[in-house]
């Protein structure tokens, strides 16, 4: 089922990521997607809720911001795997077999291990819940920890600006 309404308040969902290899989240021809790890998020996130990635010590110090992005759609139960539209995409890497998912051969990011995590179980697999973005910012190695020097040194009615 493919979701597109609106909420009247949004989530944030903030976590610290481990590695950044264009798998979660994929950036790919103007769209940010989040199709595998971070089942809970993908699980959870609505239409309208904002996803944000920091950087966990063992990916950089200094936890500096790696993306954020706004949820504009949600696809559920492999309906992302099954749509062609999706097919290149990076973090596309599992396809419809008969009525199951299955992981594509030498799929990057993921082995067969990662299977449940990232899909659930047929026929349903309700983990194979995808989140898409139209509205982000993903720095990368351009990430920058400016945010939390900014935080720490402004009073609670200033409102938080980039200080460049």
């Not at 990521?17 to 790890?37: E, F, H, Q, W």
């Not at 998912?101 to 659930?120: E, N, T, V």
Request: include cysteine.
């Amino acid at each position: 089922m493919n979701k597109r309404f609106k909420h009247s308040t949004s989530r944030i969902y903030l976590y610290k990521m481990t590695t950044d290899n264009g798998g979660a989240p994929a950036v790919y021809r103007g769209r940010l997607s989040l199709a595998i790890c971070k089942p809970r998020i993908r699980g959870k996130a609505e239409v309208g809720d904002w996803l944000i990635g920091v950087a966990g010590k063992g990916l950089r110090q200094g936890a500096p911001l790696i993306y954020i992005a706004r949820v504009s759609e949600v696809l559920e139960n492999g309906s992302y795997y099954a749509d062609p539209r999706f097919a290149k995409r990076p973090d596309s890497i599992y396809r419809w077999n008969g009525s199951k998912l299955s992981i594509k051969p030498r799929a990057p990011f993921h082995d067969p291990m990662d299977a449940f995590r990232d899909i659930g179980s047929g026929p349903t697999h309700a983990g194979a819940r995808v989140l898409l973005c139209d509205r982000y910012r993903y720095f990368g190695r351009g990430a920058s920890d400016w945010y939390a020097a900014v935080a720490r040194s402004r009073t609670s009615s200033e409102p938080l600006k980039r200080r460049v």
